[in-house]
């Protein structure tokens, strides 16, 4: 439900969305788009992959794709592995819609397409 409101949101506010039901699914879409990709969004705890291992295997595909991570818990930047720092907010649950918005359209300032 939270991943259906994410992406109605994201699309209301003008992106391109594409949706992936877990970890694995999530790399290999990305895999299959990464020219195309300009933020990821991921939530911390996911079934399979965690946030960390999902965003860890894409940086091995595109090392500085924007990121921002979903989570209730209260976590800094330094509480993430060194490898996968750059280009990283989290946005802590629950937010409201402004505030992905918000973090979406800053983070995709990052990189250019």
Same mark, same amino acid.
């Given at each position: 439900?939270?991943?259906? &409101? ?7 506010? @003008?992106?391109? %969305?594409? $949706? !992936?039901?877990?970890?694995? #699914?999530? %790399?290999? &879409?990305f895999s299959?788009?990464? *020219?195309d990709v300009?933020? %990821?969004l991921l *939530?911390?705890?996911?079934? @399979? &992959?965690? @946030?960390?291992?999902?965003?860890? &295997? ?5 090392? #500085? $794709? ?7 818990? $209260?976590?800094?930047? *330094? *509480? ?7 280009? %990283? ?7 409201? !819609? /402004?505030?992905?918005?918000? /973090?979406?359209? #800053?983070?995709? /300032?990052?990189?250019?397409?």
């Amino acid at each position: 439900m939270i991943r259906s &409101l994410a992406r109605k949101i994201l699309e209301k506010a @003008g992106f391109q %969305v594409l $949706v !992936a039901e877990s970890g694995q #699914e999530g %790399v290999r &879409l990305f895999s299959e788009n990464k *020219d195309d990709v300009g933020l %990821v969004l991921l *939530d911390m705890r996911m079934e @399979g &992959l965690s @946030g960390i291992e999902t965003l860890r &295997l894409i940086r091995q595909l595109s090392p #500085e $794709v924007p990121c921002i991570i979903s989570t209730g818990q $209260v976590t800094e930047l *330094d *509480d993430l592995p060194e490898d996968i720092q750059t280009s %990283v907010r989290f946005l802590h649950k629950p937010y409201r !819609a /402004a505030s992905l918005t918000e /973090a979406a359209t #800053e983070m995709t /300032a990052l990189k250019p397409r």
